[in-house]
């Protein structure tokens, strides 16, 4: 990839090289309602609501020019918006997009991306079934999020400054960096009066989910609003970052169980991380609900325990002397329940 | 003279000449500085100088007990914390005697009670038996602990380069003028690192999360060999060097070591050593970790020591040394700059051997007077075990 295609460039909008690329072109945002921007405009559109609303955006598309155009358009769409919740969900759904088309490609292009695109410190190896080295910065930076422990540092090949990594790891914390890349190149954008309609359409859609989280849950048997806030605050914070550590999946799993909510219930909730495997998430949840394994039902945490890992958000403003998450629970749906 | 006069002379007259052993940061305008004070014990903080010679003139009329600096940069340090703009900070370590485990401590601790004189030895006493009162602990240093805690430097110094790959020069190393070293990593890269990324960097020193299945120690796994990076090379290693001093003793194990050439025989090993074998693990993984202070890494906002400035506590220099020179580095000589002129003091607590230069001085007891070196004399009066005789 020493020279970029633009097939490239619609592939890795985010890159410098394709925004350079579309600076090239001389577009500029006014002429985005014109005719022959249509297609642009429209794929625009569905990117950005596609992205906030699931965190997915499916890397399918004939034009190369218009897929790549509507990249910078989503990102003002959604810009304008200016709501921090979606502009998460966006960055992630860019970024799984991102991470799905990486893991085609082959080493050498995948080095050259991260090289290029991130200026990432990588090269290819062959060492103990590893393929690829990664600079030790670069992979903290992206890896320390994570939660399983193959990817703590500890547990890895280290040496000299790089940690070795297969390909499919080499894709997936270029998911992170574009991720993180992407949330800071969103900022406040004046977009033109022949746009706003469109966003107050984008708006319109996506809006009534991303003021209130529980329009993505399947709700049946759970009561969204009596929910205690640091249990809100973990399904808040998995739907816009895509991470949760385990103590945080354990806490909300076991209070959902304990709170009646069926599986698919939960699962649906669990969607939202970025590394939501339906069997994994199956398994664990129907573990916790005591419907394997053990046979023992595990009870959620207390709002003491909470508190020791910083987890209550509520103790001294909302929950008034509450002992546990699902005394709160309890309480507030009688109360609604009135 | 009071106590507090005494020691800030003396303070004062070292810096006078003294202060060029001390290492101007990086971009020193935006630093937090902090200082305490002799007497008053005043903390000073969020204190911000535009050069290095403004910092030594201050130096020079307040003659601080302390001198701190931030490990970060900010766009306006001398603010108060939510305004001051972090802009990134150094990597740190800090290895502390308290932190690496030895036993000594606990004999070398006495107390004193500032409300009836009382003193003694011991750790943790939390009223004067006599009465009643709230007493000072004065934690003392001998060789073993710092010579642990050397060790300890050494075996950072190590993971440091060798697996992180940051090089001498990045590296400041400096003794902590008490019971421990600090270490610095200076390179603009490490500066934005996020406190989740310290906490990975921490929790590979110390072997946090080690999870020895997944690094091939377990039967079926892929073997770790003698040359694999990281975690898996170092115990590795480290249980090759523990069965090799074992086999003198165990006949069964020469023939493990005899079939390790470079990936581990880890079937073989298990069955030979039964049970043993993981318990041998978390021996090899506890030699292996270094014991930092996991609080101080993670910390974005640390105020430390200036490297090769002294220690209001002991009166001993927080003395920069060059990384390859860690092993020959002996603090009761290197770290010991104030003069040896004469000074006479009593003994408020009782107070261990204590070498300085190549002179071993005390034990001393509560009541005895000494005439003790000018350096020897501030460090027992700083610590508080001593007072002045007019
Ligand atoms: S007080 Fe209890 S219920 Fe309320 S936020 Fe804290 S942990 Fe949750
Ligand atoms: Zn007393
Ligand atoms: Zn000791």
């Known amino acids: ?338 | 003279m009071s106590e507090a006069r005494f020691l800030k002379n003396a303070f004062a007259s070292y810096y006078a000449r003294g202060f060029d052993l001390a290492r101007e940061p990086k971009h020193i305008d935006r630093r937090e500085f902090g200082f305490t004070t002799f007497g008053e014990k005043l903390v000073i903080r969020h204190r911000r100088f535009s050069k290095w010679s403004e910092l030594r003139d201050f130096v020079n009329s307040l003659a601080p007990a302390d001198i701190m600096c931030s490990t970060a940069i900010y766009e306006r340090p001398d603010e108060p914390m939510e305004r001051k703009g972090w802009l990134g900070a150094e990597l740190v370590f800090d290895i502390d005697a308290d932190h690496v485990g030895t036993d000594c401590l606990s004999q070398h601790t006495s107390w004193f009670c500032p409300s009836c004189g009382e003193s003694g030895w011991g750790l943790g006493i939390a009223k004067c038996p006599a009465c009643g009162g709230k007493v000072e602990e004065i934690k003392w240093f001998c060789e073993n602990c710092l010579e642990a805690a050397k060790q300890e430097t050494i075996k950072l110094l190590d993971f440091l380069e060798n697996d992180f790959g940051f090089s001498e020069s990045e590296i400041l190393l400096c003794f902590s003028g008490h019971r421990g070293f600090h270490v610095h990593v200076l390179s603009d890269e490490v500066m934005s690192l996020d406190q989740q990324s310290r906490k990975e960097i921490v929790d590979y020193l110390l072997g946090v999360g080690l999870d020895f299945k997944a690094l091939g120690f377990a039967p079926r796994g892929k073997p770790p060999m003698l040359t694999s990076g990281g975690w898996r090379g170092r115990v590795a290693r480290r249980i090759y060097d523990l069965l090799f001093e074992k086999a003198r003793e165990d006949e069964r194990i020469s023939p493990i070591l005899e079939k390790w050439s470079d990936e581990m025989p880890v079937s073989a090993v298990l069955e030979v050593l039964g049970r043993e074998y993981w318990k041998l693990l978390e021996r090899a993984k506890e030699e292996v970790a270094t014991h930092v202070d996991s609080v101080v890494t993670t910390d974005l906002h640390r105020i430390m020591r200036l490297p090769g400035t002294l220690h209001g506590k002991t009166g001993l220099l927080a003395k920069v040394i060059s990384p390859s020179e860690i092993d020959s580095f002996d603090p009761f000589v290197e770290a010991v700059v104030l003069p040896k002129s004469v000074v006479s003091v009593s003994v408020k607590a009782p107070i261990p051997e204590i070498r300085l230069w190549n002179e071993a001085y005390g034990p001393f007891e509560r009541g005895q007077r000494v005439d003790a070196p000018k350096a020897l004399g501030v460090l027992l009066i700083a610590k508080g075990a001593a007072k002045l005789v007019e």
């Open chain 1, 1 to 338: 990839m020493t020279s970029w295609s633009k097939r490239d460039f619609a592939k890795y909008p985010f890159s410098p090289q394709a925004a350079e690329f579309v600076d090239s072109l001389g577009v500029t945002i006014d002429q985005l309602t014109s005719p022959e921007m249509a297609r642009v405009l429209e794929r625009a559109i569905n990117r950005a609501k596609e992205g906030v609303k699931y965190a997915v955006i499916e890397p399918k598309w004939d034009d190369d020019l218009v897929e790549l155009l509507s990249f910078p358009t989503a990102v003002a769409l959604v810009s304008s918006l200016q709501d921090r919740y979606a502009e998460r969900r966006y960055a992630l759904a860019e970024a799984r997009r991102a991470h799905l088309l990486l893991q085609e490609e082959d080493i050498e292009k995948l080095i050259k991306l991260a090289e290029q695109a991130f200026g990432w410190k990588i090269r290819a190896v062959d060492d103990e079934g590893f393929r690829l080295a990664v600079g030790l910065l670069h992979y903290l930076r992206n890896a320390s999020s994570f939660h399983d422990p193959h990817w703590k540092l500890v547990n890895r090949e280290v040496k000299l400054g790089e940690v070795f990594v297969t390909k499919a790891e080499a894709a997936r914390l270029l998911q992170e960096e574009v991720q993180r890349k992407l949330l800071e190149r969103f900022k406040p954008v004046q977009l033109p009066e022949s746009l706003q309609p469109y966003v107050e359409k984008l708006r319109g859609e996506v809006g009534g989910m991303y003021t209130e989280f529980s329009e993505h849950i399947e709700l049946e048997k759970l009561n969204y609003d009596a929910l205690p806030p640091c249990i809100k605050n973990i399904i808040r914070k998995i739907s816009e970052t895509g991470h949760a550590s385990h103590l945080e999946r354990f806490t909300l799993a076991s209070f959902l169980v304990a709170a009646n909510a069926s599986v698919d219930e939960i699962i649906s909730i669990f969607r939202g991380l970025s590394d939501f495997d339906e069997g994994k998430t199956r398994y664990q949840v129907e573990h916790i609900a005591g419907m394997r394994g053990s046979r023992t039902k595990y009870s959620p945490p207390s709002c003491d325990t909470l508190k020791t890992h910083g987890l209550c958000v509520g103790w001294d403003t909302r929950c008034g002397g509450v002992r546990h998450p699902l005394a709160y629970y309890m309480k507030a749906s009688k109360k609604g329940a009135k």
